[in-house]
């Protein structure tokens, strides 16, 4: 088992890159950027927004590194509250803990500090949304999050338009490798069984990745299955498969897996991705699930973005979300009520 990591240096975090002081709204509704206003990471919370504004393992374009400030601006345009279920998320305390203090061209000494940032979080059951950066941000939250767990296990969940299961690109280290990495963590690693990627693409891919994932006992659903399967049974078996045996399951969404026409601003746009409304719909059902410690969104671009699209689309995948985590501690439901 890995050593638990207690406590985190105080400059391994920064404010965040945009505080959003406007659109607050009026007294009768809380604004989401509102309630997630920039906070101390302190024990207490119950969920915590990050950013990782680091995009140097990206082999295609970068830009993701803007990421958390799109995503954070995007915020002030929603509120708290479910009209379908008529309850809030409010009652959680929460915080925008800031971003991590990246090191652009030190990629080890940034992982270092996300990785003990993380490791502070799951620690203290704080059920974190980080804002990537590249994906490649996932293999030290997975280090933290395995640290933590140790031999009672942890899942992941994984939406993605590509497998992210190459050893390396032309030798180096990129934003293809995390869940290989995770796979092969030389401490309490991932094991394949209890990873599920959801919304790989055609065309998008190497048969070699697609071997390696069978050959590890991976669980794979394209992009095509998900449409006619539908994303409840995708979900009911994705929860089964990453939760069998395990004590977490973390939950990681390349904004690729979206159709481009949701979700342009990436370094991959996808012209047969998800429909943005079914992974909402996932999203907070998995947030509503007891296993489910952490979500990373990854690959938002905005420099490739249309009219601030795909920085919404991020920041409603995180409300869906957290919805979900608020669902846990009081009474609400993601069923319709009956009608009158």
């Not at 906070?39 to 590194?65: E, I, Q, Y």
């Not at 919304?199 to 449409?227: M, Q, W």
């Not at 690959?299 to 919805?323: H, K, Q, R, V, W």
Request: hydrophobic letters at 40%.
């Amino acid at each position: 088992m890995q050593k638990l990591v207690t406590q985190f240096d105080a400059q391994d975090l920064n404010p965040p890159g945009r505080i959003v002081n406007s659109l607050k709204g009026d007294p009768a509704e809380q604004r989401a950027n509102q309630w997630l206003e920039w906070g101390k990471l302190t024990a207490d919370l119950d969920v915590a927004l990050l950013g990782m504004p680091f995009d140097g393992a990206s082999t295609v374009r970068t830009g993701s590194r803007h990421a958390p400030d799109a995503v954070r601006q995007a915020l002030a345009y929603y509120t708290t509250f479910s009209t379908r279920d008529g309850n809030s998320m409010g009652h959680l305390k929460a915080a925008d803990i800031g971003d991590i203090a990246v090191i652009a061209t030190n990629m080890q000494e940034s992982f270092r500090r996300l990785s003990r940032v993380m490791s502070f979080i799951f620690r203290n059951k704080i059920v974190p949304v980080t804002i990537g950066g590249d994906h490649s941000i996932a293999w030290p939250i997975l280090e933290a999050a395995t640290g933590c767990y140790g031999d009672q296990g942890v899942g992941v969940i994984h939406f993605d338009a590509h497998h992210d299961l190459r050893e390396a690109h032309f030798g180096a280290e990129s934003s293809g490798v995390p869940f290989r990495k995770a796979l092969n963590f030389k401490e309490d690693p991932v094991a394949g069984r209890n990873l599920v990627q959801i919304g790989i693409a055609d065309f998008c891919n190497a048969p070699a990745h697609l071997k390696y994932a069978r050959d590890e006992g991976v669980t794979v659903f394209s992009n095509i299955e998900v449409r006619e399967i539908g994303v409840d049974k995708v979900i009911d078996t994705a929860i089964a498969k990453a939760g069998k045996g395990v004590k977490a399951i973390y939950v990681s969404v390349d904004i690729d897996a979206l159709d481009h026409s949701q979700a342009p601003g990436t370094a991959a746009p996808n012209a047969s991705g998800l429909d943005a409304r079914d992974v909402q719909r996932a999203l907070r059902r998995l947030g509503q699930h007891p296993k489910v410690i952490g979500l990373d969104i990854v690959e938002i671009s905005p420099p490739l973005d249309i009219n601030d699209m795909t920085a919404n689309t991020g920041a409603m995948l995180a409300l869906n979300f957290l919805y979900g985590v608020g669902c846990r501690t009081q009474q609400a439901t993601t069923k319709p009520k009956k009608k009158r």
